[in-house]
């Protein structure tokens, strides 16, 4: 039954080449100049090079998604070390417009190709709908239960904290400075390799699933031990702050019940993203046949906490 749910959860994309090939092709011609990066893709899949051409698609989207005001995504690892801003790439009014006004039928097709070639976040991000209202993808998945098994955390927890963080997205870095599949920031990944006297450690090694994966379920397991098993409060921390979150909770009632806490957080990016890990993480959990375990509604005592993130 386990094995029958996990191949549910995975989009049932299968298309050969050629059909690939078949959807790309009229995307292509109709859109070419305004994203040179899909006939590059089509060249790609003709030589079997499907992860190359899925990295053709996803420039794709990046452009499309700058042209309309999402340029957030092309942070560079060399300038978040620098602390600088993402380029600036200028181009062509006519190209811009043409960008900017990518329909939504090309797209839906890009996804489904995204789909096929198993780049199941990039076709959630295209617009395909895969993982939003049907089975969630448990992308990585040999990455993420060895992570899980290692540090003692859920794997359906590191699906939704992936979901929600990058969309299965190991190459993104954000404008903020966030790396990879689990967005996690340099400082914190330094910190964490420090703790876990991981001396060789380089940033650029966030860009590694395995190594990102890893690290993000280390740090969520030490979060949900800090926070005594409530894990909606580790969830805040990964994205607020463990000291934020700890501060919140000095603001309010110790007899606060954990529900109300949650309402109450005063970041609105961090109680938006308390609520969407915990869609996904049920219904990850759901896909399993499983519930979500039982939570003290409590809020925990506020022991010293000595831990530097």
């Known amino acids: 039954a386990l094995e029958r749910a996990e191949a549910e959860a995975r989009p049932n994309i299968a298309l050969s080449d050629a059909e690939i090939l078949e959807q790309l092709g009229p995307v292509a011609e109709a859109h070419g100049e305004t994203f040179p990066w899909l006939a590059r893709a089509m060249d790609l899949v003709r030589l079997g090079e499907t992860d190359a051409a899925a990295d053709e698609l996803h420039e794709t989207y990046i452009t499309w998604r700058e042209a309309t005001g999402g340029g957030s995504l092309r942070a560079s690892l060399a300038g978040v070390m620098r602390g600088g801003s993402p380029p600036r790439h200028r181009v062509a009014m006519d190209t811009w417009r043409g960008r900017r006004r990518f329909p939504a039928a ?81 400082r914190t990944g330094t910190l964490i390799a420090r703790a876990r006297r991981q001396d060789d450690f380089t940033v650029d090694q966030l ?88 939570v003290d509604v409590r809020l925990p005592d506020l022991d010293p906490d000595t831990v530097a993130f």
């Open 106 to 186: 090309p797209r839906e097709t890009l996804a489904l190709v995204c789909a096929a070639l198993g780049d199941h976040g990039l076709a959630i991000r295209f617009g395909g709908g895969f993982g939003v209202s049907g089975p969630r993808p448990r992308a990585y998945a040999d990455i993420v239960e060895a992570a899980a098994a290692r540090h003692g955390v859920e794997p359906e927890l590191l699906f939704a904290v992936m979901r929600v963080e990058s969309v299965y997205n190991p190459r993104i870095i954000s404008y903020a400075g966030a790396v990879g599949l689990m967005q996690i920031m340099p």
């Open 207 to 294: 860009l590694e699933p395995e190594i990102n994966i890893d690290m993000a379920a280390w740090y969520l397991a030490s979060l949900i031990e800090r926070f005594e098993g409530r894990l909606p409060l580790a969830i805040a921390s990964y994205n607020g702050g463990p000291h934020n979150v700890r501060r919140w909770m000095r603001d309010h009632s110790p007899d606060m019940p954990l529900d109300a806490f949650l309402e109450r957080i005063p970041f609105a990016q961090t109680h938006r993203y308390v609520r969407r890990v915990m869609t996904h993480y049920e219904a990850y959990k759901a896909q399993r046949g499983e519930r979500l375990a039982a």
